[in-house]
């Protein structure tokens, strides 16, 4: 066989040859290696083009060798300390298992023929082992790297060491050597901490003699730490200095973006600095993109829900709102709706407060009241840019609402969200903007409104008996009242004693049609409107909440806090 067919065929011309990638993406992706010399399949997947699970796979076939994914693989504690983390990083490869009965290291590593790498870590090792090596990507490596390595200092340890030493927080703005210094490695530290533990806020909250730490995880404030107030001083200067604010201004709220690399993922924060009588009050909000934008059929939609929402969005104008109050997640079902939309015979812009997620092939903009550009003007700019879908980030007035009216009236997709508590309220809602009933019929081919609760661990849920209460407010009748089971929350180890693990969305869809569209016009009442809809299987945010607690997925105490379910009762 000759040297060049024993050469594995190129990656861009793999992924070429098997159509995952066009000729100009390839060419995009060469020029960017030329400038930042990151491996090609690096770039790949941080320009958008294609997913880790795509290169993992070509990777495999290019070299004839099996790959592995490192998020489904638990790594084996023995292999870990073989290779000394330092190496791990510079090699790009990590431990998973040591076999003892062939003294065999396995490797994953981002390229299996870099033979000097393996032999740098060979030289390290006892001379019988064997190492061997499967592919993966780079992002993967990085990540588990993160997850399953300890951080040299713990924040513990960094807390100690600041306990023992004097802080200098003059060096913490010093770009040189900066993570020498303890105070920069606790913000980092704590800031890693929040992403691993799936927190959506950071709140740094001093006290006269005290900081106190909390994250909101599943939308619940959690206490996590408290710190001396001596430290704060230190801290607020590095945050201030690597989220973009005037660390000299302390009176005044500021505002800043921190975007970070951690787990092999970008990770960006948006900070809040809101002055107050025991100093100054930091909130971090925590925008993973990896979790914020969400594959439209892992959503934990229900499929019902979900086939509502694909025949709203197979319409191809008309104004689609996302409704609920602040933090039930309207931005993220947005996403995830765009994202489905999202090809190449699509052109989609958005108009955002500000821009949270990033995405590829969506030309997105921030809303900037300094040039004059806010979400009615922005609207109107848009419609030249020869749009089939908008995102509008959010109606408030009548003068966007008019805008995106007239966009869906020109034949334009239209997405938005409304400040309302259901799907049936952004109808008298709109029509006090100034919206007539005339311009909505017709014009709005559906309603989602939406909450979120917390989901039970289902390592520790314990089952329970309702009461005649209980049943009641599940809207469990006398005819259909059999012996039901609940759940509620215990704790274990796996949800961090809570009882809770991650969170779901209760959803209601309102699908407009031509019956609607006409009791809308004559102005019909809410009653009248939401009879016709649960004739045409609209099912009400109540009911689907109450499912939620009868299939065991979460608690009646947990829709109780979003939900109404008084109604019940009558």
Request: aromatic share 4%.
């Amino acid at each position: 066989m000759s040297e060049a067919a024993k050469r594995p065929r190129r990656l861009g011309d793999q992924l070429l040859d098997e159509g995952l990638i066009s000729p100009d993406q390839l060419r995009i992706a060469l020029t960017e290696q030329k400038r930042t010399k990151e491996p090609l399949g690096k770039l790949f997947t941080s320009l958008g083009f294609v997913t880790d699970a795509v290169i993992r796979d070509a990777l495999g076939e290019a070299s004839g060798q099996k790959t592995i994914d490192l998020a489904k693989m638990l790594v084996d504690e023995v292999a870990i300390k073989m290779i000394p983390k330092t190496l791990a990083l510079r090699y790009k490869m990590i431990p998973i298992t040591f076999i003892e009965s062939t003294n065999t290291l396995i490797v994953a590593m981002a390229d299996i023929f870099d033979v000097v790498a393996v032999d740098k870590v060979q030289a390290t090792l006892e001379d019988s082992i064997e190492i061997k090596p499967l592919a993966t990507t780079e992002s993967q490596i990085e990540e588990t790297i993160d997850n399953f390595y300890k951080f040299e200092l713990s924040v513990d340890g960094i807390l100690n060491e600041l306990e023992t030493g004097e802080i200098d927080h003059t060096t913490v703005t010093n770009g040189q050597d900066e993570f020498s210094q303890p105070l920069v490695r606790l913000v980092n530290g704590i800031l890693a901490d929040a992403v691993k533990r799936r927190a959506s806020d950071i709140h740094f909250e001093p006290e006269p003699r005290f900081l106190r730490v909390r994250y909101r995880i599943d939308g619940v404030l959690r206490q996590i730490r408290i710190l001396h107030i001596d430290y704060w001083s230190g801290m607020v200067v590095r945050l201030k200095v690597i989220s973009g604010m005037n660390i000299a201004e302390t009176r005044a709220p500021q505002d800043g973006r921190v975007s970070l690399t951690l787990s092999g993922r970008q990770v960006d924060f948006r900070v809040a600095c809101h002055p107050t009588t025991s100093g100054e009050n930091f909130v971090l909000r925590i925008l993973d993109r990896d979790k914020g934008i969400v594959p439209l059929d892992k959503t934990g939609i229900p499929e019902h829900i979900l086939s509502t929402l694909k025949l709203i969005m197979a319409r191809p104008e008309g104004i689609i709102l996302v409704t609920g109050p602040t933090g039930s997640g309207k931005t993220t079902t947005l996403y995830s709706l765009l994202n489905y939309l999202n090809t190449e015979s699509v052109h989609i812009m958005t108009l955002e407060d500000p821009v949270e997620y990033p995405m590829p092939m969506i030309r997105q903009t921030s809303v900037n009241e300094a040039a004059k550009l806010d979400f009615a003007n922005g609207i109107r700019s848009m419609m030249r840019q020869d749009p089939d879908i908008i995102l509008v980030g959010e109606i408030r007035d009548e003068d966007t609402a008019e805008m995106a009216f007239r966009a869906a009236m020109t034949g334009h997709q239209v997405f938005s969200t409304l400040h309302t508590n259901s799907a049936l309220g952004s109808i008298p809602r709109l029509l006090d903007i100034g919206i007539k009933p005339s311009i909505m019929a017709g014009n709005i081919t559906g309603i989602a409104a939406q909450r979120l609760v917390r989901r039970l661990c289902s390592s520790c849920k314990k089952p329970k008996t309702p009461d005649d209460l209980e049943l009641r407010l599940l809207g469990v009748t006398e005819i259909d009242k059999q012996p039901q089971k609940i759940y509620t929350a215990s704790s274990c180890d796996k949800c961090d004693m809570t009882g809770y693990n991650g969170r779901i969305a209760l959803m209601e869809v309102f699908r407009f049609d031509s019956d609607l569209d006409e009791l809308i016009a004559r102005d019909a009442t809410i009653q009248e409107i939401k009879k016709v809809a649960i004739s045409k299987g609209f099912i009400p945010l109540a009911q689907d909440a109450c499912q939620r607690v009868l299939e065991g997925t979460t608690t009646l105490d947990e829709i109780s806090r979003v939900v109404d379910l008084t109604e019940n009762l009558d």
